[in-house]
């Protein structure tokens, strides 16, 4: 039996944080401010991945309550997700991600972040999509003052 799990995740941009999206570090004078990095394309991954194993969500795996994921690199959650799903027989078919932001133009690093997901999820960058937009200026995001990640994964069960 397949599962599909879904999942999005937003965060400030602020001065004096490093900008981490799906694991890559991008070059911007702001960063995403979280209790862990802030990675919201990782988070985005992880919580889809434990939303389709009716898991429940990222916070109650990763508590912002507890400092053991105080500024934790982000892949080490999806790691753990991962852990979780091959426990209970799965493995990822595909991973499709959307980016919201509207600075830095993230064209560039599309390809890192492509692989970098294949690698921690177990597959070939085949299995991976990662897309990127802008909100035209609007709400939040537009004004730069957010930045935001969609994730939808596809589980299939291994025999």
Same mark, same amino acid.
């Not at 053991?68 to 991962?82: G, N, P």
């Not at 690093?109 to 937009?133: D, G």
């Given at each position: 039996m397949n599962r599909i799990? %879904?999942?999005k995740d937003i965060h400030r941009l602020v *001065?004096?944080?490093k900008l981490i999206l799906g694991g890559v570090e991008i070059p %911007?004078?702001?960063g995403l401010l979280g209790h862990s990095d802030a990675?919201?394309?990782l988070h985005a991954v992880t919580e889809a991945i434990l939303g389709a194993l009716a898991l429940g969500d990222l916070g109650t795996h990763f508590p912002d309550s507890d400092s053991r994921y105080k500024d934790i690199d982000s892949s080490l959650l999806v $790691? $753990?997700?991962v852990e979780l799903m091959k426990k209970e027989g799965y493995a990822v078919g595909n991973v499709d991600v959307t980016i919201v932001l509207e600075k830095p133009k993230i064209a *560039?690093?599309?390809s890192s972040i492509q692989q970098r997901l294949a690698t921690l999820l177990e597959v070939? @960058? $085949?299995e991976? @999509?990662?897309k990127a937009c802008t909100n035209e200026g609007l709400d939040a995001i537009g004004r730069g003052d957010a930045a935001e990640a969609d994730a939808i994964i596809l589980l299939r069960k291994v025999d």
């Amino acid at each position: 039996m397949n599962r599909i799990g %879904f999942a999005k995740d937003i965060h400030r941009l602020v *001065p004096n944080r490093k900008l981490i999206l799906g694991g890559v570090e991008i070059p %911007f004078e702001k960063g995403l401010l979280g209790h862990s990095d802030a990675d919201v394309v990782l988070h985005a991954v992880t919580e889809a991945i434990l939303g389709a194993l009716a898991l429940g969500d990222l916070g109650t795996h990763f508590p912002d309550s507890d400092s053991r994921y105080k500024d934790i690199d982000s892949s080490l959650l999806v $790691k $753990k997700a991962v852990e979780l799903m091959k426990k209970e027989g799965y493995a990822v078919g595909n991973v499709d991600v959307t980016i919201v932001l509207e600075k830095p133009k993230i064209a *560039p690093y599309i390809s890192s972040i492509q692989q970098r997901l294949a690698t921690l999820l177990e597959v070939t @960058s $085949k299995e991976v @999509s990662v897309k990127a937009c802008t909100n035209e200026g609007l709400d939040a995001i537009g004004r730069g003052d957010a930045a935001e990640a969609d994730a939808i994964i596809l589980l299939r069960k291994v025999d």
